[in-house]
Every structure is written in structure tokens, then in C-alpha cells.
């Protein structure tokens, strides 16, 4: 978003997903929560530390910092030795903030029992992992033109959206496109759940370009 790259989550196969992107600088990873698949590739920021001679900035509550924390103690470490993850922590609540030029809205989520983040930047709203979205956060969404949120699978799950509830959703928000993410195995395949969708809600995938250059 104008002269500032930002990344949502970093999940395991965060190093990966930056060269297949051929993403050659990074500002900013903001996170949704603490779980696993979506913190565990921190420490793959390194080479941008080294080739961009910068810290990253790091947008997360004091829950998701305290895992953090945990999870990375050495990054926190008092000694530190050369070739460590460099970053700056930034703590975020509910509230907008600003990354450079750009507005960042945090929108309230919940999976399952725990309080998560998704987020709306300009027209484009960012949601994984959610079971339960308030009135108050979707009033917060409406308007967005597009849409990314989750859709694990066809059965029911305690703690995430499956298929029937996603498409419910967005079509409750009516963006201009909305993208399913977090998919499982058990959606089935592709192109045969593709046929089922309304023409403005499509699955992501690995590679997907929203914006042109």
C-alpha cells in the first residue's frame, strides 16, 4: 500500500511465500493471532534485516506479543548476537492506526473462545479463522470491495467458518468479490466447489493477485 509492504500473519511457509512472490522488501507483519499457523515463520524476517538494513515492524496485541515472547524468546532476549530477527513491537488494540500513509482498521473476531483480529485496509478486509463476527465488526466491513475470509470445510467446526456460513456472510457484507481462505482438504476439490459458488465469491489460491501494478 503506497510506499509501505505489509504482510498479514507468518505462517510456516512464510520464506516461501515471499520468493514466490518475489517480494523484495517487507515493513510491517500485522497478526491476527497467536496460533501457530500463523506466527511460526517469524524468524525467516532475517534476511530482510540483512539485505534491507532495517528493523521490521511488528503489529500485534499484548496477547499475541506475550506468545510471541514465548514461542521466539531469543529474539528477546538481553544478549543478542549478530544475524538475530530485528524488529520493532507496536501494540494494537480495536483501534485504527496508521502504517506509514495507510489506515489499518482492526476488526473484532472470534474463534471459538478467543479474541482474534481481522483487518480492513481501504476497500479490502482481511478475516481468518472466525466463528463469530458481532454487528459492530460487520458494520466496520460493509462497504469493503473486497472480501477475504474463511471457509475450513462443508461439516460443521467449533471454531471456524465452514463453506454455507462463509458464503452467508459475504453475502450479508455484499462486497464486489469475496476470496475463501483457510481452506482444509476437506472442501474438496477445486474446480467441483467453484461450480457451487455465486459468481462473486470464488476460492483462493496459492499466488493470487488481488491489485494490478
Known amino acids: 500500500m503506497g510506499d509501505k509492504t505489509i504482510v498479514i500473519d507468518s505462517g510456516p511457509d512464510f520464506r516461501y511465500q515471499m520468493l514466490r512472490a ?21 524468524d525467516d524476517i532475517r534476511p530482510f534485516n540483512y539485505l534491507l538494513k532495517k528493523n521490521i ?14 514461542e521466539f524468546s531469543y529474539i528477546f532476549a538481553d544478549t543478542h548476537y549478530p544475524g538475530l530477527p ?24 472470534m474463534h471459538y473462545k478467543l479474541p482474534i483480529l481481522g483487518f480492513r485496509i481501504h476497500d479490502f478486509t482481511y478475516i481468518t ?13 460493509k462497504g469493503t470491495k473486497i472480501l477475504v475470509i474463511n471457509a475450513l470445510q462443508h461439516e460443521e ?30 472442501l474438496g476439490l477445486h474446480e467441483e466447489v467453484e461450480r457451487e459458488l455465486p459468481e462473486n465469491i470464488k476460492l483462493a489460491y496459492d499466488g493470487l493477485s488481488l491489485f494490478s501494478e
Open 129 to 141: 479463522d472466525a466463528k463469530t463476527i458481532s454487528e459492530e465488526t460487520i458494520a466496520k466491513v
Open 157 to 186: 467446526h467449533i471454531s471456524h467458518f465452514t463453506l454455507k456460513e462463509a458464503v452467508a456472510f459475504a453475502q450479508k457484507i455484499g462486497a464486489e468479490m469475496t476470496y475463501l481462505t483457510h481452506i482444509s482438504h476437506n
Open 86 to 109: 530485528q524488529i520493532e513491537l507496536h501494540t494494537i488494540t480495536d483501534q485504527p492506526f496508521e502504517i506509514g500513509n495507510t489506515t489499518v482498521i482492526p476488526l473484532n473476531i
Open 22 to 42: 518475489n517480494v523484495k522488501d517487507l515493513d510491517a507483519i500485522l497478526y491476527t493471532h497467536e496460533h501457530k499457523d500463523h506466527v511460526a515463520g517469524l
Open 57 to 70: 515492524d511488528i503489529y500485534a496485541t499484548t496477547r499475541v506479543q506475550d506468545a510471541l515472547k514465548r
